[in-house]
Nanobody, 125 residues
Framework: QVQLVESGGGLVQAGGSLRLSCAAS????????MGWFRQAPGKERESVAG????????HYADSVKGRFTISRDNAKNTVYLQMNSLKPEDTAVYYC??????????????????WGQGTQVTVSS
């Protein structure tokens, strides 16, 4: 059974940075497209970024482009999200998951993936 464990969230002031990590177990990791998603209170979950299995192709939501960087270390079965220049509107619970595909700036979670507990990111103004 696939397990995804997110970590690295916290409280930060606007303009600050955080680095999120997502450790995967129970599944061959390197072959799969991975994505970061987030859900703010009262809003639907949205795509933030995606990365190909090799790490050579990335996708970003327009709202985070130029500020966030997704990366992965297949040897450690871990995907990262470096978040810089954080804004209050980035406040959300952040999740990682396997992605079915990405189209432009949007990635779609795989129905065979499973959601972890997420990690809370709170950006104060």
């Amino acid at each position: 059974q696939v397990q995804l464990v997110e970590s690295g969230g916290g409280l930060v002031q606007a303009g600050g940075s955080l680095r999120l990590s997502c450790a995967a177990s129970g599944r061959t990791f390197s072959s799969y497209l991975m994505g970061w998603f987030r859900q703010a209170p009262g809003k639907e979950r949205e795509s933030v970024a995606g990365i190909s299995g090799s790490g050579t192709i990335t996708h970003y939501a327009d709202s985070v482009k130029g500020r966030f960087t997704i990366s992965r270390d297949n040897a450690k079965n871990t995907v990262y999200l470096q978040m810089n220049s954080l804004k209050p509107e980035d406040t959300a619970v952040y999740y990682c998951n396997f992605a079915s595909y990405c189209s432009g700036s949007v990635c779609y979670p795989s129905p065979s993936g499973s959601w972890g507990q997420g990690t809370q990111v709170t950006v104060s103004s």
